[in-house]
């Protein structure tokens, strides 16, 4: 059961585009195309009072659901003391999705993470490039397919058990 002023916002946006809606205990979730990113997230913000984005990520579904990526914005109004999840699915080969930078400035560095860690890219973000790793790394690694590198950690207990010359071999 969602409470009144929440499902007011529910119905509003479900006038304006197709949304799917998911409850879970207190949290409810709109699910809708990329497309009406923005359009949504204005009107959330400008006549619902939805004027804080509290996160901004992504979710990698490799194998088991289609489109294979999904954002996922949190936001909260102050006011009324109500959250909203926003997802939209992204395809894997069409990774984009627009920036709502222009609607909520600290999805800046939020978008940027998820462009260096998922890969996802956003139309029209001012400066849309690495956060967390060096600009010459390849690839994305939160991404399910990308493989896992282990290095043995040396402890001071078994040195003498560990092959140096595998450790060392890159350098």
Request: charged residues 30%; proline residues 6%.
């Amino acid at each position: 059961m969602i409470e009144e002023p929440l499902q007011k916002v529910v119905d509003a946006v479900q006038d304006e585009v197709r949304a799917d809606v998911h409850t879970y205990r207190d949290h409810v979730t709109l699910t809708f195309d990329r497309e009406q990113v923005l359009p949504v997230c204005t009107r959330l913000r400008d006549q619902h009072g939805f004027i804080v984005l509290t996160h901004l990520t992504a979710v990698d579904y490799l194998g088991r659901k289609t489109p294979r990526f999904h954002v996922v914005y949190q936001l909260h109004n102050r006011e009324q003391d109500l959250r909203l999840f926003l997802r939209t699915p992204v395809p894997e080969a069409d990774p984009v999705t627009d920036s709502v930078v222009e609607i909520f400035p600290n999805a800046n560095w939020y978008e940027r993470e998820v462009w260096d860690l998922y890969g996802i890219r956003f139309t029209g973000h001012p400066n849309l490039r690495r956060i967390m790793l060096p600009e010459d790394w390849e690839g994305h690694p939160m991404r399910k397919d990308v493989p896992v590198k282990v290095e043995e950690t040396r402890f001071t207990f078994n040195w003498e058990e560990i092959d140096l010359s595998k450790i060392y071999a890159d350098e």
